[in-house]
């Protein structure tokens, strides 16, 4: 999906969430980021699929993320570059 779509479609879900607030209200174990991200990402069928789970994501993506050392270095790349040492 490129960006821009990707974008469009972060918007969207976002306006609906927020119509949602009163009948979905936040709670740290029922209804929290994970939800927030699970409900886009099965909505918009991310990787043909709409049964991601929180375990799913945070194993494939965010565990993934934290257990990989990453050196920044400010000022002389672009803030996207970075490298893994």
């Known amino acids: ?13 976002n ?5 949602f607030v009163s009948y979905r209200p936040y709670h740290e174990l029922k209804n929290n ?3 927030y991200i699970i409900r886009f990402l099965n909505g918009i069928k991310f990787e043909g699929k709409e049964d991601h789970t929180s375990k799913d994501i ?3 993506f965010i565990r993934t993320l934290l257990s990989t050392p990453v050196l920044l ?4 790349f672009p803030r996207t ?5």
């Open 33 to 35: 980021c994970y939800d």
């Open 81 to 85: 570059q970075h490298f893994t040492l």
């Open 73 to 76: 270095v400010p000022n002389i």
């Open 15 to 19: 306006d609906a969430e927020k119509s």
């Open 58 to 60: 945070v194993e494939r």
């Open 1 to 13: 999906m490129p960006d821009e779509e990707w974008d469009k479609q972060l918007r969207l879900h």
